[in-house]
T-cell receptor, first 115, second 117 residues
Framework: DTGVSQNPRHKITKRGQNVTFRCDPI?????LYWYRQTLGQGPEFLTY????????KSRLLSDRFSAERPKGSFSTLEIQRTEQGDSAMYLC?????????????FGEGSWLTVV | DQQVKQNSPSLSVQEGRISILNCDYT??????FLWYKKYPAEGPTFLIS?????DKNEDGRFTVFLNKSAKHLSLHIVPSQPGDSAVYFC????????????????FGKGTKLSVKP
């Protein structure tokens, strides 16, 4: 399967702990995005990279959140000192600006439950 | 304030009939629109998109219509099939330098479609 890959798919953590999610985009895609989705809501934009440069961050991305894409390939999203309000599905997506339309394709998501 | 609104949380349709899902937006800077389909516990799957220079785009059973003056778009599925049962999200974005969405897509809350056999 050459789609967007995310892991772990599920993570249960205690409040106050740090968690890290990894995303491997579609191989030829140079843009990578992180979104968050909670129950009953649509996905909400967090941040995106073009190659290794982080070009935009939402105000939803508090200081406890950090995303990296060190070599312009895979990306990690770390949440420090997790809170119960961080419980959500974290979605990674990728796209290629070289392809007409720059359509964004999503991975299957990583579920986070903070207890 | 919601910039993309899907006012119908759910829709039930008989197999073989047309499904029409609606979406309204408020931001006049949006000029690229997409529909995604989502099954439980999975990520959204891209269905179809339309740019503001068009008023219709068709792909197989799926057609998206855009009415810019009304800031309204709709997704038509004909004929509807039980496998189409899912949550459908409308998303909008501003055009990027390279065309297509810039990256920061704004999503509606979704409409749950149920297609009954």
């Amino acid at each position: 399967d050459t789609g967007v890959s995310q892991n772990p798919r599920h993570k249960i953590t205690k409040r106050g702990q740090n968690v890290t999610f990894r995303c491997d985009p579609i191989s030829e895609h140079n843009r990578l995005y992180w979104y968050r989705q909670t129950l009953g809501q649509g996905p909400e934009f967090l941040t995106y990279f073009q190659n290794e440069a982080q070009l935009e961050k939402s105000r939803l991305l508090s200081d406890r959140f950090s995303a990296e894409r060190p070599k312009g390939s895979f990306s990690t999203l770390e949440i420090q000192r997790t809170e119960q309000g961080d419980s959500a599905m974290y979605l990674c997506a990728s796209s290629s600006v070289a392809v007409k339309g720059n359509t964004i394709y999503f991975g299957e998501g990583s579920w986070l439950t903070v207890v | 304030d919601q910039q993309v609104k899907q006012n119908s949380p759910s829709l039930s349709v008989q197999e073989g009939r047309i499904s029409i899902l609606n979406c309204d937006y408020t931001n006049s800077m949006f000029d690229y629109f997409l529909w995604y389909k989502k099954y439980p516990a999975e990520g959204p799957t891209f269905l179809i998109s339309i740019s503001s220079i068009k008023d219709k785009n068709e792909d197989g059973r799926f057609t998206v219509f855009l009415n810019k003056s009304a800031k309204h778009l709709s997704l038509h599925i004909v004929p509807s099939q039980p496998g189409d049962s899912a949550v459908y999200f409308c998303a909008a974005g501003e055009r990027g330098v390279y065309g297509g969405s810039q990256g920061n897509l704004i999503f509606g809350k979704g409409t749950k479609l149920s297609v009954k056999p």
